[in-house]
């Protein structure tokens, strides 16, 4: 986006980023998003990601998840994959991976080579910021599900603290 565009600061100092600003972004009511100043003093505004905030966290969960499952795991916020293990992070198509998590189906999906996939979300304030994905060649049995589901309720506590 190569054109900028003016707005008052009112009162309160609030500014209103444009409907189009928000879309390129992805910013929804109830996103967050984070300020800061460039070294040549202009503001910079991206979306905030919980997770990507949590980087190293989310990597050592895929970590932790591969070694007691061994089955590849994926750590992604609602637009990108975070944290991998099992699988090269330059093998997973992002957009593709998300939009399968959005779909809503959670279980025994078809991704890539893996014939199964399974993932659960992870929320904070009730709305979803990302998803912990395992990946099988076979089927994917309740008790990694419940570990998967525990990492994300882990999660969760950690971004709403």
């Given at each position: 986006?190569?054109?900028?565009?003016?707005?008052?600061?009112?009162?309160?100092?609030?500014?209103v980023v444009?409907?189009?600003?928000?879309?390129?972004?992805?910013?929804?009511?109830?996103?967050?998003?984070e300020m800061s100043i460039d070294t040549q003093n202009n503001v910079v505004?991206?979306?905030f990601s919980e997770i990507e905030n949590l980087?190293?966290?989310?990597?050592t969960v895929a970590d932790v998840l591969f070694e007691v499952t061994d089955n590849p795991v994926c750590v992604c916020d609602d637009e990108r994959v975070v944290a991998c293990k099992g699988v090269?992070?330059?093998?997973?198509d992002d957009k593709?991976?998300?939009?399968?998590?959005?779909?809503?189906?959670?279980?025994?999906?078809?991704?890539?080579t893996y014939k199964k996939c399974f993932f659960r979300q992870i929320k904070s304030d009730g709305s979803v910021c990302g998803y912990i994905i395992m990946m099988s060649n076979?089927?994917?049995?309740?008790?990694?599900?419940?570990?998967?589901?525990?990492?994300?309720?882990?999660f969760a506590k950690i971004i709403s603290s």
């Open positions: 986006m190569g054109c900028g565009m003016v707005r008052k600061v009112d009162e309160l100092g609030r500014v444009p409907k189009e600003m928000r879309r390129v972004l992805g910013i929804k009511p109830g996103s967050s998003v505004l991206k979306k980087g190293f966290f989310a990597q090269s992070k330059k093998l997973i593709e991976i998300i939009s399968i998590c959005v779909g809503g189906k959670s279980d025994n999906i078809e991704y890539a076979k089927e994917i049995g309740q008790d990694i599900k419940k570990i998967c589901e525990f990492a994300s309720i882990i």
